[in-house]
T-cell receptor
Framework: DAGVIQSPRHEVTEMGQEVTLRCKPI?????LFWYRQTMMRGLELLIY????????DSGMPEDRFSAKMPNASFSTLKIQPSEPRDSAVYFC???????????FGQGTRLTVV | GNSVTQMEGPVTLSEEAFLTINCTYT??????LFWYVQYPGEGLQLLLK?????DKGSNKGFEATYRKETTSFHLEKGSVQVSDSAVYFC????????????FGKGTRLSVIA
């Protein structure tokens, strides 16, 4: 398996623009997680899904952030409108079940100018 | 709730030095314990794990023993290399199948030649 695949690897956008990050989890994994990593806050869990259903989105910082998982092989994290403080590395991870070993993607480095 | 506490970094060592990164946890029941490593510019990847008391996880010369009596899972390596420079995360799973992994804040290790 190719592992968790995220795209794009790097994104530079202007403040106010919409940003969409994409994730393809490992086939057969039932849980998917979105994390954000910054120097100031470290690694933060934003939202996670079980069987394509959002379970806990309490980590989503604001209403500007939304995430979807329309099927078992694809998820998106959208920021609209983006702000400079959203600049961070965003990771997607998947696991066979919630609470078991998580497999991380390479991350998307987002820069909002 | 469940939590993981890691020693603050950064840790700077000379090549071939002995490494210990402390990790203690708070959890109900009998969690599974993990160490993840994040190399520069990459996502987190599982380094080793232990699923029950007194288990020793090992990989790439790293070891950690699940100590229930001290609620600890310290990471050790006898002789570090420059290529071990990375951020190390301790994590736990309560194995309920209902909650994601809980991560520590990470410890940055720099190994100098």
């Amino acid at each position: 398996d190719a592992g968790v695949i995220q795209s794009p690897r790097h994104e530079v956008t202007e403040m106010g623009q919409e940003v969409t990050l994409r994730c393809k989890p490992i086939s057969g994994h039932n849980s998917l997680f979105w994390y954000r990593q910054t120097m100031m806050r470290g690694l933060e869990l934003l939202i996670y899904f079980n069987n394509n259903v959002p379970i806990d989105d309490s980590g989503m910082p604001e209403d500007r952030f939304s995430a979807k998982m329309p099927n078992a092989s694809f998820s998106t994290l959208k920021i609209q409108p983006s702000e400079p403080r959203d600049s961070a590395v965003y990771f997607c991870a998947s696991s066979p079940l919630t609470g078991t070993e998580a497999f991380f993607g390479q991350g998307t480095r987002l820069t909002v100018v | 709730g469940n939590s993981v506490t890691q020693m603050e970094g950064p840790v700077t060592l000379s090549e071939e030095a002995f490494l210990t990164i402390n990790c203690t946890y708070t959890a109900t029941g009998y969690p599974s314990l993990f160490w993840y490593v994040q190399y520069p510019g990459e996502g987190l990847q599982l380094l080793l794990k232990a699923t029950k008391a007194d288990d020793k996880g090992s990989n790439k010369g790293f070891e950690a023993t699940y100590r229930k009596e001290t609620t600890s899972f310290h990471l050790e390596k006898g002789s570090v290399q420059v290529s071990d420079s990375a951020v190390y995360f301790c994590a736990l799973s309560d194995r309920s199948g209902n909650t994601p992994l809980v991560f520590g804040k990470g410890t940055r290790l720099s190994v100098i030649a």
